[in-house]
């Protein structure tokens, strides 16, 4: 018969195997339950800077319109670059930038100006081809809208609050532009950067901007010359300060002088 102390170490023992055990099953548990590690995204494009007097870097993006396109190809001509904002809030355009794209078509159509000045025109996005062809399509109403904000019906009306935005838009958008309802105006070549790479590269992509919280660029300008070194940049504080076309045209005309 095995004396009360002895059963009293076996007890004991029992007892430790057992709780060791439950501690390798849970552990064994535990590990199974442990999610798979999630995916890690693709990390964002690390600024690249775009110094003026120095080469501008190079980049490839696919065409609206059809096709790639690549900086370097473009040699031999000046490149006004230009990257519009988009999205001004959700499902909502950005008119200024609307207004700017249609004034440029305008003047290109006027002017000749890429002949003129040695000049190719690209347009850059921050949206994959369905958003760019949706921004595009959305221009004739945008330039109604302007209308409608610059000459109200009921203008004599107008407290002095309304009086003053009619005002503003009127300073903003000095033109009226009328576009036929379904064309697209796509008289230059309009690169789809669905993927952010060149918009992040020059650090102008945002998912907010001045409180909007909403996939956007920073309007910004840039001016390569036909050896491809940057002679002008300009990244906008807020979608009414970037320079005008005819401010542009002078640097163009400087650029071409010093060849």
Known sequence: MIDKKKAAVLAIALTVLAVAAMIVLFKGQARGQQPAPAPQAPAAPRPQPAVVGQPMPDFTLPVYQGGTMTLSSLRGKNVLLLFPRGYAAENYWCTICNYRYVELAELEKA??????????????????????????EAL?????????????EDAA??????????????????????????AVLAPFPILVDG???????????RHEWTGSKVDQNIPAVFIVDAAGTLQFKYVSQNTVDRPGYDYLLKVLEVINAGK
């Open 195 to 205: 993927e952010r790479t060149l918009s992040s590269k020059l650090d102008l992509f």
């Open 157 to 182: 009306k107008l407290d002095e609050a309304g009086k003053a935005r009619m005002e503003r838009s009127r300073q903003i958008y000095p033109n009226d532009y009328a576009l036929e309802k379904g």
């Open 140 to 152: 004739p109403g945008q330039m109604e809208s302007i209308k409608a904000r610059k000459y109200p």
């Open 111 to 136: 002017e000749k100006i890429r002949a003129k000045y040695n000049l190719e025109i690209v347009v850059v996005f921050p949206y994959a081809q369905d958003v760019v062809k949706t921004w595009l």
